[in-house]
């Protein structure tokens, strides 16, 4: 057994129904389970809502966190995104206040080089829309704390779905 | 089809699943409900007198008929007094579905009178629980709670219905079949699991069954009986697993854990396989963790995965149902050579008996317990404890078999349940002598039982052990605290405070106070009183009053083996 703490994700299929969010989330604060991000979101099918969770865990805690979800009556599948080839994105803002000039036109460069959006802009602010891996997101949010002087972030937890093309990693 | 109210649908759907007997309080959010009950004979309502007794009567009701058991309160403090009664049916997976009043759909988040979030509250303490926000819905709804409150791990359910909801008029009709895309519990072992387990059953030189309180929920007592029976391999059981075999068994060994017998925990310790079927490895029974059955390979047989693995880590985990599983295993089994190990296990035994070390003259629990399987020892007869020292007095030195059920709150651990569990397992089965073990503790957590005892005219026998202390935390206090009884003297109070030397000699006088309700009130001060109090309660039943029986008891009885919390099973304090 793997007792190293390590990143996993889950891919949640649960009943669209009012307490379900509230019930995985609770799940987690009632057992001490690490959870590093949830989002979720409806389906193809307005029933059913899909949830991709990342935990922080040892492959022991992982076994038991899988087997809770699948017992809970509104769960309808468990996936494990660990071990299988998925694309995973998440989207991030950042806002860059008190921007000179010069800092402006380097932020534009660094849209260019991080492929974001430039979605807002004004006189000493510009507003940047990142969509990336949530690792690559916060190398990103790091760069630009050490580059200028306040930024205000927020990110929307990482989403992920069974890659079609992508080899095994 | 008519249209009907939620109400009427909900009167229909009891009646539907069978529901004879229903657990009620009333209040004005389940006013409407009450009337429709009221109009219609076939459901019988008991009137507990606190809704925490009204569900620890339908879960003894539930774990000593096998049926769902059933609640109604009202909104608000009707759901909250639920909650306790809720994690008991919980840990010891007890199917109840458990209906409660809700304010009208508009005043839900405006902090109405009697509103309380319910279904949030006790989300982490129920099987499932949901608030019918459609009149459309509530059909289906009923119907999947009692669904899934009886299959796979059995459980609580709770059904939260607003007001308005069940004002509302809608379909009549009740659905036949369930079909929830999320939960499909399957029942049936893995067969080749079930022949590796068998293969090292072949193989061990030292096997040992462990039993849990899911081969009593199978009811798969029979088979398991006659697997030991056909393997000659010995059982230890927790004590929600004690009468998984007879007692008096000659390949039965005792409880293990905490306050296991000694054999038992020396052979979990000396075990090499250890093939266990519905348990969860509770703390109480492992002690320390790492050195749990160290010798072992470990079978595990659970309906819950998720208890699987969790604590004791498994060689070979079977997802099934105890019955179906080992009624699978019957047809495989075959002899095992245990004469050896059978040998070193009676070693053990006669080293050191389970057995209160004697002082003359002087009554103790042992002898209430043995006197209890002497003049009970022909009635069909469930035991009810409530939790303290009297639950493991009784779980060591009662003899449960064919004849004789214990209920116990294993999990949770809930003193006030005795008492009013007695009361539902009387309810599910008149004929029963139904006998409550409860400490004076216990039972005045829920003492206003005895209105609901006297009014539906329940024979029951009440023990109180009285020892005038908290006696199982008292024995923690006396063995690794020093002897610093802080808040378990239940004497004390404004005189000890003060100082004063000796403390007011007690509390309630439970004889008085059994006949201040109507009921019989027995005390026994002496061992020779002990065989006639009993034959007098059994004369009383044919009176249908309850009869409580007080036993003054020494407060330094100690119960004996104990492992030290955090301890390994093989150091056991002796005496």
Not at chain 2, 333 to 347: G, M, P, Q, Y
């Amino acid at each position: 057994m793997d007792n190293t703490m390590r990143k996993r994700w889950i891919s949640l299929y649960v009943e669209n129904q009012v307490g379900v969010l509230s019930k995985i989330s609770g799940l987690f604060s009632a057992k001490c389970y690490n959870l590093e991000s949830l989002t979720v979101g409806t389906t193809e099918d307005p029933t059913i809502s899909r949830m991709t969770i990342e935990t922080l865990s040892d492959e022991e805690t992982y076994e038991q966190i899988k087997k809770q979800l699948n017992r809970m009556v509104e769960v309808i599948k468990v996936i494990d995104f660990t071990e299988i080839s998925v694309v995973m994105q998440e989207l991030m803002f950042i806002k860059v206040k008190n921007c000179s000039k010069e800092d402006k036109a380097e932020l534009f460069r660094i849209a260019q080089t991080y492929q974001a959006k430039v979605r807002d802009y004004g006189h000493d602010s510009l507003l940047l829309e990142f969509v990336h891996t949530a690792h690559k997101n916060s190398a990103i949010i790091q760069y630009l704390k050490s580059e200028f002087k306040t930024i205000e972030v927020v990110r929307g937890g990482t989403v992920g779905i069974e890659a079609i093309t992508m080899p095994k990693r | 089809m008519k249209k009907i109210s939620g109400n009427k649908l909900l009167v229909k759907a009891l009646r539907e699943e069978g529901v004879d007997i229903l657990f009620g309080y009333p209040g004005a959010c389940t006013i409407d409900i009450s009337d429709e009950i009221y109009k219609q004979n076939y459901t019988k309502v008991i009137l507990p007198r606190h809704e925490q007794a009204l569900v620890h009567a339908a879960d003894a009701y539930a774990r000593s008929t096998g049926k769902v058991g059933v609640c109604l309160v009202t909104s608000g403090p009707g759901a909250t007094n639920l909650v306790t009664g809720l994690a008991t049916a919980n840990y010891d997976s007890v199917p109840l579905v458990c209906f409660t009043g809700q304010v009208a759909r508009h005043l839900i988040g405006n902090d109405a009178f009697q509103e309380v979030d319910i279904v949030g509250i006790t989300r982490s303490i129920t099987k499932y629980g949901i608030t019918v926000k459609k009149r459309e819905d509530l059909g289906r709804i009923i119907k999947e709670a009692f669904y899934i409150a009886r299959t796979g791990r059995p459980g609580p359910v709770l059904v939260d219905l607003p007001k308005d909801v069940m004002a509302e008029l809608g379909s009549g009709e009740y659905p036949g079949t369930v079909n929830i895309r999320g939960y499909k519990p399957s029942t049936t072992a893995h067969i080749g699991q079930l022949k590796r387990a068998i293969k090292m059953l072949g193989k061990a030189k030292r096997p040992l069954f462990l039993a849990g309180g899911g081969v009593n929920i199978a009811r798969a007592n029979e088979s398991f009986r006659k697997m030991v029976e056909i393997t000659k391999v010995p059982v230890v059981t927790t004590i929600m697993g004690r009468g998984a075999i007879p007692t008096d068994h000659p390949l039965f060994i005792g409880n293990l854990g905490m306050h296991g017998a000694y054999a038992s925990n020396m052979a979990v310790g000396e075990c090499d396989l250890l093939f266990s079927i519905g348990t969860r490895f509770n703390d109480r029974i492992t002690g320390k963790l790492h050195a749990f059955a160290p010798n072992a390979q470990i079978v595990h047989i659970d309906i819950d995965t998720a208890s699987i693995s969790r604590n004791i880590k498994v060689d070979v985990p079977i997802v099934a149902d105890a019955k179906e599983a080992i009624d699978k295993l019957l047809e495989y089994v075959e002899v095992c050579d245990t004469a050896k190990w059978l040998d070193e296990i009676s070693v053990w035994k006669r080293m050191h008996p389970l057995k209160m070390k004697l002082k003359n003259g002087v009554m103790q629990a042992q002898d209430i317990l043995e006197t209890i399987n002497e003049v009970f020892k022909d009635d069909e007869k469930i035991v009810v404890t409530d939790v303290g020292q009297h639950q493991m007095f009784t779980s060591q030195y009662l003899e449960v078999n064919e004849k004789t059920r214990m209920l116990t709150s294993g999990g949770l651990g809930t003193m006030g349940y005795g008492f009013p569990g007695a009361v539902g397992a009387q309810i599910g089965n008149p004929d029963s002598t139904v006998i409550a073990i409860s400490g004076d503790g216990g039972m005045q957590m829920n003492i206003q039982e005895f209105a609901t005892a006297v009014l539906e005219e329940l024979p029951l026998i009440l023990c109180v052990f009285n020892n005038t202390y908290l006696g199982m935390v008292r024995q923690w206090q006396k063995l690794f605290y020093g002897k610093r009884y802080s808040m378990t003297d239940l004497r004390s109070g404004a005189a000890t405070r003060r100082g004063e030397e000796k403390p007011p000699t007690y509390t309630p006088d439970f004889v008085k106070l059994a006949e201040s309700y109507g009921a019989k009130g027995i005390r026994v001060t002496k061992p020779e009183e002990m065989a006639p109090a009993f034959e007098q309660a059994k004369k009383n039943r044919a009176l249908k009053v309850p009869t409580l029986i007080e036993f003054m008891l020494d407060p330094e009885d100690q119960v004996y083996p104990m492992v030290q919390p955090g301890g390994t099973l093989e150091e056991m304090i002796l005496d």
